[in-house]
C-alpha cells in the first residue's frame, strides 16, 4: 500500500540554524510528492511538489525538497530558519487510481527558538 | 480572489445535535475533499467528491454526511451518530483535467466543539 512517513513528529531549531525534515514514501512507481505547511488554527498552504524531472524542487519562502528514489525520500530543506517558520509541516503522496485522493504524513511540528 | 472559504471558523454543538459546516470554493475546481485532524493524527480523510452529485466515501465517513448539489459548493453534515466529533475540520478541491500531479488547495477550517 503506499503511505508517506514522517519519521520527526517535533523538531526545534535555532533562528538562522538550517532545517531538514524528513518524507518517507512506500511506492511502486513514481511518486507525485507535496509538502505542505500549516500554521496554528490555519488551513494548509503548498510549498512545493515534484513530479518528474529534476529531482531538486524549489518552493515558496526559500524551502526545497529533494526527491531521493534510492532512498525513497521527499526531505524539506531551509538553510536558515526564520521565527515565522513555525508551524506544522505535512508530507504528501497522490494515490494511484484513486482520483486525486492523498495520503498525508503524521506530520512534524517545527519549533523555532531565538 | 480565489479560494475556497469555510464557515463559520467556530462552531459549538451540544451533544446530539447535527451541525453542518459550510465549504464553498470559486476556482472553478471539480473535485472537493473534507479531512478531519486531530492531533498527532495529520489529516483523514472523510468524504470526496469529483463531480457534482456524486461522492465517495473516505477513511472515516462513519457519522457524517456530505452533499454535492453545485459544484461550487460541498457541505458537511456531523451527525449525533459521530461518537467524537470534536476536531478540525478542513475541506480542499483540486483541479481534475490535465494532470495528476494537481495539488489540493485547502480553506481556513472550522474547529468544532462538542459541549
Known amino acids: 500500500a503506499q503511505s508517506v512517513t514522517q519519521p520527526d513528529i517535533h523538531i526545534t531549531v535555532s533562528e538562522g540554524a538550517s532545517l531538514e525534515l524528513r518524507c518517507n514514501y512506500s511506492y511502486g512507481a513514481t511518486p507525485y510528492l507535496f509538502w505542505y505547511v500549516q500554521s496554528p488554527g490555519q488551513g494548509l498552504q503548498l510549498l512545493l511538489k515534484y513530479f518528474s524531472g529534476d529531482t531538486l524542487v524549489q518552493g515558496i519562502k526559500g524551502f526545497e525538497a529533494e526527491f531521493k528514489r534510492s532512498q525513497s525520500s521527499f526531505n524539506l530543506r531551509k538553510p536558515s530558519v526564520h521565527w515565522s517558520d513555525a508551524a506544522e509541516y505535512f508530507c504528501?503522496?497522490?494515490?494511484?487510481?484513486?482520483?486525486?485522493?492523498?495520503?498525508f504524513g503524521a506530520g512534524t511540528q517545527v519549533v523555532v527558538t531565538p | 480572489d480565489g479560494g475556497i472559504t469555510q464557515s463559520p471558523k467556530y462552531l459549538f454543538r451540544k451533544e446530539g445535535q447535527n451541525v453542518t459546516l459550510s465549504c464553498e470554493q470559486n476556482l472553478n475546481h471539480d473535485a472537493m475533499y473534507w479531512y478531519r485532524q486531530d492531533p498527532g493524527q495529520g489529516l483523514r480523510l472523510i468524504y470526496y467528491?469529483?463531480?457534482?452529485?456524486?461522492?465517495q466515501k473516505g477513511d472515516i465517513a462513519e457519522g457524517y454526511s456530505v452533499s454535492r448539489e453545485k459544484k461550487e459548493s460541498f457541505p458537511l453534515t456531523v451527525t449525533s451518530a459521530q461518537k467524537n466529533p470534536t476536531a478540525f475540520y478542513l475541506c480542499?478541491?483540486?483541479?481534475?483535467?490535465?494532470?495528476?500531479?494537481?495539488?489540493?488547495?485547502f480553506g481556513p477550517g472550522t474547529r468544532l466543539t462538542v459541549l
Open positions: 467528491s469529483q463531480i457534482v452529485n456524486d461522492f
Open positions: 504528501a503522496v497522490v494515490l494511484t487510481d484513486s482520483w486525486g485522493k492523498f495520503q
Open positions: 480542499a478541491s483540486r483541479k481534475v483535467e490535465g494532470t495528476t500531479h494537481n495539488e489540493q488547495f
